[in-house]
């Protein structure tokens, strides 16, 4: 290396394949032999007081090193490091032999610094990968070499290459020999790369090989991507090294050890500077003995647990299968796609579907690595991880789904962390359909951890120490800085949620003061769901919702007020907007009917009164005036024959058929039950039948879109069911539905086949007697 003392041994560089289990092994074999005084590595310099941790059995990869700026925590980048990278190789052979270990790297001071001056991140991909300039061989340097060797696939000749041929006999630098002619072929062929960070990071490389080349003895061992090693011997200049350095940007900046996972290792997940199959490669590096037939039988008993039929003879005829394929493809091993190809062929039928599985679980896999909990961290994340073990709640990479009864202590807590996390932006997990009930003391989640969330715990740490101060600070500011009503009242619902009592002061009042201002009915009818959904869940969490209570029942009763108005001379678009908002205050007013709200009496009498004028009002569109009809009907404040007489006055000769149809998709559409009602009352559906038998021919193209999508809308067998009474007519339907009583039901009361269910309600409200059971069904089904 130029500008080297006089007698000073050359460094031993050892250009490598990062993520590579074949150049980690080479590395090693190559270490032992010559016993460096020093080995230096690729990775910010900053992070050399954190190698130590590298030595506890706690400390398990992947993992990755994090480098955030102290001022703005979303500005990091990682190291990524896998149990067969060279460098964690490196590392470990280092800490085993009592030989000190550097970063030589550009510091991350100056990644992050410049990463904020060029709008993008260099520390990840650059320091992971130490890929070569932009350009066909900036992008993939060994997708050149692969191409020059007759090869379509990168990955499979490094697999030839590397990987199947060992270490090097007698000459354990023969590998990195070989792999030094074949970059330096290609960095002389494109000169320096024209790339400004390569050329400053390998200036920093230079001076720190230097540097430790006066500082230790027993000769120098660099591991570093094989790009940079031509760079490294030809050397330069002192001067012109530093001058590079000179004036660069820098930010202050915090480094630790963070988990990592083989998911994110892979080109898959959207990780650029990965390997395609870590899984299979950490196979390579644990198991150089038999390495195919140990793979196969790794595969055999996945696909057992998950009950296909593999035995011990299709592992057997996989490798005979893998090894035959090899052969004549002129590959010196059985490598991952002549496995997979056995596997599929023996394993799974000729079918990609269980083979996905593999890739998934195998070929990728979903290990998340562990860091010793002496690794620094902000106080937020040792609060977090407090919690974690606390509540037995372990961060996985693979997914899960976590059901929570929240009558339980312990499943409370777990639902209002992870909630609070939500909160803060840190995504663990997110809501998922429950299998079970759906009630509101239930709760299911999908949880995932990633990598990535260790820097969103980092960001969150300036709203506070702990989840719990944290996550009310950001719902305060969040509440301060929330554009509209709705905004506020999910926060609200969320702050109840995440058990918040001391964000919703601060809430309620923002909530109090917007709701006072805000005039637009559809912006109080989007608010008013979420308030009404946050008083059920406080009665679940045993929270004191008076003042949301309060906030609700103002808010019900201007819109109560607007809506009439709001509803005049709509055009259609508008028209069902609104009747999506009727919907929801509709159904917001039955739950705050039920609930501790003040006057909430009156509050369904005041909304019923209100569906009465919309139903009325012929400046109303059709599409609105159908549903209160209907809501009407559903909650027994308007009888069937009321409800005939007003739906044929919408389908009136004098009504325009576009009119009549949107008051039929608002009756019978856009909900449950519309197609049963037509079912089960005969002068309903006689209406709808002779109204649209009636509809002069030029206007049936217009009404029928209108029309279709009402009906398409039923359940299969409520169509077939329609289509039957329509084609037997008028005469066969009443026969059908019966003759008297109440249409569409038989004229007295079946009580053998009511009795028949008795003993499900008695197991269903908690085994009491037949008595009892008829008594507090009305209770108990309320709690429900």
């Known amino acids: 290396m130029s500008g080297a003392k006089a007698g000073v041994a050359e460094p031993l560089l050892l250009g490598v394949r990062h993520h590579g289990p074949g150049s980690a092994r080479a590395v090693r074999a190559v270490l032992e032999d010559a016993r460096p005084g020093v080995v230096l590595i690729e990775g910010p310099p900053e992070a050399d007081a954190l190698i130590p941790l590298a030595a506890g059995e706690d400390m398990r990869p992947p993992v990755a090193l994090l480098a955030h700026a102290v001022d703005e925590p979303g500005r990091s980048a990682f190291w990524p490091l896998a149990g067969f990278s060279p460098e ?76 199947h041929r060992g270490v090097g006999k007698g000459d354990p630098v023969a590998p990195f020999t070989a792999l030094e002619e074949a970059m ?133 005829e996989a490798v005979r299968l893998a090894e035959t394929l090899a052969a004549m493809r002129g590959r010196p091993l059985a490598g991952l796609s002549e496995t997979t190809d056995a596997v599929r062929a023996v394993m799974c039928d000729g079918s990609d579907v269980p083979l996905a599985l593999v890739r998934d679980r195998l070929v990728v896999g979903d290990v998340l690595g562990e860091v010793p909990a002496t690794a620094p961290a902000v106080p937020l994340q040792r609060d977090l991880e407090r919690i974690q ?39 663990w997990g997110g809501p998922a359909a429950s299998r079970g009930s759906t009630g509101t003391f239930r709760e299911s989640w999908r949880l995932r951890w990633e990598p990535e969330l260790s820097v969103r ?152 009164s209100v569906l009465r004028t919309l139903s009325a009002r012929d400046t109303v569109p059709g599409v609105i005036r159908g549903r209160s009809v209907r809501l009407l009907l559903d ?34 559409g856009g909900g449950p039950g519309g197609g049963l009602l037509l079912v089960h009352d005969e002068r309903l559906l006689a209406l709808v039948d002779a109204w649209l038998t009636g509809v002069p021919a030029e206007a049936f193209t217009d009404v029928l879109p209108l029309v279709r999508r009402t009906f398409s809308a039923y359940e299969p067998g409520v169509r077939r069911t329609l289509g039957e009474l329509v084609r037997r007519g008028p005469a066969a339907r ?26 499900v309600l008695r197991l269903l409200l908690g085994g009491a007697d037949e008595d009892g059971a008829r008594a507090g069904a009305g209770p108990a089904g309320a709690a429900g």
């Open 88 to 163: 964690w190789v490196a590392i470990r052979w280092a800490l085993e032999h009592g030989v000190p270990a550097r970063f030589i790297d550009l510091p991350a001071a100056h990644t992050l610094a410049r990463e904020e001056d060029e709008g993008h991140a260099p520390g990840a991909a650059a320091a992971a990968e130490g890929t070569a300039p932009e350009g066909d061989v900036r992008t993939d340097p060994l997708g050149v070499l692969a191409e020059a060797a007759g090869y379509d696939d990168a990955e499979r000749w490094w697999e030839d290459a590397v990987e």
């Open 184 to 316: 330096a072929a290609l960095r002389e062929e494109c000169g320096a790369g024209g790339d400004g960070r390569d050329l400053v990071r390998e200036a920093h490389m230079r001076l720190r090989i230097r540097a430790a080349q006066r500082e230790f003895e027993g000769g120098v061992a660099v591991v570093c991507g094989a790009w940079h090693v031509p760079a490294l011997r030809r050397g330069s200049p002192v001067a012109s090294d530093r001058a590079l350095l000179k004036g660069l940007p820098k930010v202050k900046t915090a480094m630790t050890w963070v988990p990592w996972t083989h998911r994110r290792l892979s080109r898959a997940s959207g990780y650029g500077a990965g390997v395609d199959s870590p899984g299979w490669y950490g196979h390579l590096f644990d198991v150089p003995d038999r390495p195919v037939e140990r793979w196969l039988t790794k595969v055999a008993g996945l696909l057992r647990a998950e009950d296909r039929m593999v035995s011990s003879a299709h592992v057997i």
């Open 389 to 427: 073990r606390r509540l037995r709640l372990k961060p996985e990479a693979a997914e899960r789904e976590l059901e929570l009864d929240l009558r339980k202590d312990t499943d409370a807590e777990r639902s209002r962390l992870l909630h609070r996390l939500r909160l803060l932006g840190i995504g």
């Open 457 to 608: 715990v980092a960001e969150a740490g300036v709203w506070g120490t702990t989840v719990r101060t944290a996550a009310t600070a950001k719902a305060e500011a969040d509440a301060v800085t929330a554009r509209g009503l709705d905004g506020v009242t999910g926060l609200a619902e969320r702050c109840l949620l995440a058990g918040l009592p001391g964000a919703l002061p601060t809430v309620m009042r923002i909530l109090a003061d917007r709701a006072a201002l805000d005039t637009d009915v559809g912006h109080l009818a989007r608010a008013l769901p979420a308030l009404v959904r946050s008083l059920r869940y406080g009665d679940v969490r045993g929270t004191d919702t008076a003042a949301l209570a309060e906030v609700a029942s103002g808010l019900a009763g201007r819109i109560f007020v607007g809506l009439p108005p709001a509803c005049a001379a709509l055009d259609a678009d508008a028209a069902e907007e609104m009747r999506g908002h009727v919907d929801a205050v509709h159904g917001a007013v039955s739950l705050l009917g039920d609930s501790s709200a003040p006057d909430h009496g009156t509050l369904r009498v005041r909304w019923q």
């Open 635 to 668: 909650g027994g404040q308007l009888a069937r024959e009321e409800a005939a007489r007003l739906m044929g006055l919408a389908l009136s000769r004098g009504t325009p058929p576009a009119d009549a149809a949107a008051w039929i998709e608002g009756f019978v």
């Open 734 to 759: 009443g026969s059908v539905t019966g003759t008297g009583g109440t249409p569409g039901f038989a004229p007295g009361l079946d009580t053998g086949r009511a009795d028949a269910v008795l003993p």
